[in-house]
């Protein structure tokens, strides 16, 4: 999850720091909490979400920083659009004069109005999936940012059903259930639409199963 986390926020934390030898405690500290913030919200446990980003917020504004701040929460953004959560990210908006180009790029980006002048600001696998789109999703190795990627497609009403598959076999071979239930739905969805009943019979009873895991 570490990898997954620094990709996306492209060294949220570490490289606010430089090359110190031993990181201080509120940095370590705010690391661990996205870290356990990002794998509770993909899981669906929204008590420990809820409380892990409150955590790693709190070390943030320690600093004084609020483009740090815009960092975290630019990354609870990318995971919700993961999970198909398409919706203002208000958090980020509020840090945006304080925020630096690239994340105010990143943040168009993930609101589907990136441009291509920026995209060279963008993380590299986003940077793929903006310049060659739908083709260059496969080829993106970190499944959140893969998911991510995803996101932006379906919300440019460019996914296709590869990128919805690819979505759907990623977030399963992560064992990410809230990601996985939201594009199992739009598969079940899409497979109605085109008469493929079978098909869309299929994928809702994995979506029974997976909705089944998560009950107490």
Known sequence: ?????????????LASCGNKPVAPDWQMNAQGSMERFVSAYLSGNARVESLEFDRA??????TGR??????AELLRCAARLASLVVEPCAGFEALRADAAPPERAYADYLAG??????AGLLPEAQRAVMTG???ALAG???????????????QAGKASPVTINTAVDTASAQGWRR???????????RAGQGGAADEAARVRRRIDLVEKAGRP
């Open 1 to 13: 999850m570490k990898r997954v986390v620094l990709s996306l926020a492209a060294a949220l934390l």
């Open 57 to 62: 917020r709190a070390e943030i504004a320690r």
């Open 66 to 71: 609020p483009d740090l701040l815009a960092r």
């Open 113 to 118: 109005k990136g441009q291509a002048s920026d």
């Open 133 to 135: 789109g739908d083709a």
């Open 140 to 154: 993106i190795k970190d499944p959140l940012s893969q998911l991510v990627a995803a996101g932006v497609l379906f």
């Open 179 to 189: 990601p996985l239930l939201a594009w199992l739905t739009i598969q079940a969805q």
